[in-house]
């Protein structure tokens, strides 16, 4: 799997934005997918993950109801859309696979970030 995130850019606060993952190699639908996010000096935490079927939703608290992952098997894809953002999820935004949907130690292949900037 080789993972190619995009979508990044600046908004205002309140405005949306959609980040889509997508895997070059042509496994995709092997692996779970996660969206992981580093802020200016912060650690790196997971915002969501999704199963290889899509079955199973995984979301960090500080993004329930605004953001939702979802994935599209047939064409190697996964997205992260985002509602209502605000200056604190500015950060770099990273997909990476793994194979347990709820195990942050399984995700190893890892795509380039892609900037999110979320001015107040």
């Known amino acids: 799997v080789q993972l190619q995130a995009s979508g990044g850019g600046l908004v205002q606060a309140g405005e949306s934005l959609t980040l889509s993952c997508r895997d070059t190699g042509n496994t995709f639908s092997l692996y779970a997918v996660g969206w992981f996010r580093q802020g200016p000096g912060k650690e790196r935490e997971r915002v969501a993950a999704?199963?290889?079927?899509?079955?199973?939703?995984i979301y960090a608290d500080f993004v329930k109801g605004r953001f939702t992952i979802s994935r599209d098997n047939a064409v190697n894809m996964g997205f992260l859309q985002m509602n209502d953002l605000q200056p604190e999820d500015t950060a770099v935004y990273y997909c990476?696979?793994?194979?347990?949907?709820?195990?942050?130690?399984?995700?190893?292949?890892w795509g380039q970030g892609t900037l999110v900037t979320v001015s107040s």
């Open positions: 990476a696979a793994g194979l347990i949907t709820h195990s942050i130690e399984s995700y190893k292949f």
């Open positions: 999704i199963s290889r079927s899509g079955n199973n939703l």
